[in-house]
């Protein structure tokens, strides 16, 4: 729930600054449905154990984890700013 929260205000800082993203959120196990067809993909501190497993499968892939202040503090435009960070 908490993930969808946050998914909800980095897409209210998005369309603020005028950007059309397509962002979502999913579990992990998700992942091979969805991480073929995503730009970036950030994943929740509570499951950062899992990013050198998610890179191996994924290579090539711009993956990172959301740090836990981001995170707790719902900082929508920090996660965005991550995002668009690995996506360059």
């Not at 579990?27 to 993909?41: G, H, N, Q, S």
Request: no cysteine.
């Amino acid at each position: 729930m908490s993930t969808s929260l946050l998914v909800n205000k980095m897409k209210e800082v998005a369309a603020s600054q005028g950007k059309n993203y397509d962002i979502h959120a999913h579990a992990l196990t998700e992942e091979a449905k969805y991480a073929p067809t995503a730009d970036v993909i950030l994943i929740g501190p509570q499951v950062r154990f899992e990013l050198e497993n998610m890179r191996k499968r994924n290579p090539g892939k711009k993956i990172t984890d959301i740090p836990m202040r981001t995170y707790g503090l719902m900082d929508g435009k920090g996660a965005l700013e991550i995002a668009e960070k690995n996506d360059g």
